[in-house]
């Protein structure tokens, strides 16, 4: 078992900046791939960022959002720059279970999920 607490999270204006954190607790942090998700009102969760054998990131935040892991604070982070009103949402982070290493952008795939954060980003 793993859990997961995110934050981080609050309001911004667009332009903006924010960094969440991804706190893990319950296996060896550094084997299992993670990822961030985010869902906004009225719409089904989607993919933002993966790290695991290499790093991946949905189209709508390349060049804007970085992943990175610290594997001896077994802490995951996602830096938000130039962050636009589209980015609202809540932010989950995922975990693969122990062993899978390489990260997916399948929801599918991720067996442990936090309780979000909330990511608001004001025009």
């Known amino acids: 078992q793993v859990q997961l607490v995110e934050s981080g999270g609050g309001l911004v204006q667009a332009g903006g900046s924010l960094r969440l954190s991804c706190a893990a607790s319950?296996?060896?942090?550094?084997?299992?791939?993670m990822a961030w998700f985010r869902q906004a009102p009225g719409k089904e969760r989607e993919f933002v960022a993966a790290i695991g054998g290499a790093k991946y990131y949905a189209d709508s935040v390349k060049g804007r959002f970085t992943i990175s892991r610290d594997n001896a604070k077994n802490t995951m982070y996602l830096q938000m720059n130039s962050l636009k009103p589209a980015d609202t949402a809540v932010y989950y982070c995922?975990?693969?279970?122990?062993?899978?290493?390489?990260?997916?952008?399948?929801?599918?795939?991720?067996?442990?999920w936090g309780p979000g954060t909330q990511v608001t980003v004001s025009s």
């Open positions: 995922a975990a693969r279970p122990t062993g899978y290493v390489i990260a997916t952008a399948n929801a599918n795939q991720y067996d442990y």
């Open positions: 319950g296996r060896t942090f550094a084997n299992y791939a």
